[in-house]
Structure formats: structure tokens, C-alpha cells
């Protein structure tokens, strides 16, 4: 219903593609979660975009064989190209979260 195309519009966007493949092939994720890391079907959020311009929050879980975690992305459009403000992957039993940003996107 409309769950499935709201979740599949946003797993289309440049900003979801871009945040997963970051998490996805993270050392430290890989290290946390397990080898192969996926991400899950429920991403909830929001990507708004008109034109060159918009702006995205989003929560993605990734799993793998070790655990689960939430892929938290925070970012803005400007002239057609996404920039994140924040990029991080919170692992359930884990006090402090993985940074990406910094590193995905130096």
C-alpha cells in the first residue's frame, strides 16, 4: 500500500543510496554488525525535493549476522548536490555511535 511506495521512493533517492553504500562498507559497521550488512526494508524519515533543492532525515536499519543498529542521515540539497550533515550508525548495545561522515565524506 502506501507504506511500501513511500518507503521504496525514498530508498530511490541519491541521499539513501549514498548514506547506505557509506554504512554498508564501513570497517567499523562490518566489524559491529557482521559480514554482509544489509540494509532493512522499514526506512522511516523524509526526502522533500523541488528541483535542484531539498533537504532529507532519514533513519535506515542495517543489520547483519551480529546485530542491528539505525542508519541516522541528516542532509541538504543545494544546486542539485547533497550535502549530509550528519552520517552515523547507532548498534543496539553500543554506547557511542559509528561516525561517517568525516570519512565518507571528508
Do not use: C
Not at 547506505?20 to 559491529?32: Q, S
Not at 522499514?42 to 525535493?49: E, I, K, P
Amino acid at each position: 500500500g502506501i507504506l511500501f511506495l513511500v518507503s521504496r521512493v525514498m530508498r530511490s533517492s541519491d541521499v539513501y543510496r549514498q548514506g547506505v553504500a557509506a554504512a554498508l562498507h564501513h570497517p567499523e559497521v562490518i566489524t559491529a554488525l557482521g559480514d554482509p550488512v544489509e540494509a532493512g526494508f522499514f526506512t522511516l524519515g523524509t526526502v522533500s525535493v523541488s528541483g535542484p533543492s531539498g533537504s532529507a532525515a532519514l533513519a535506515i536499519p542495517p543489520a547483519g549476522p551480529k546485530g542491528e543498529g539505525v542508519l541516522y542521515v541528516v542532509a541538504e540539497k543545494e544546486a542539485g548536490a547533497w550535502t549530509m550533515s550528519r552520517l552515523e550508525v547507532e548498534v543496539e548495545g553500543r554506547a557511542e555511535r559509528i561516525e561517517l561522515l568525516n570519512e565518507a565524506f571528508p
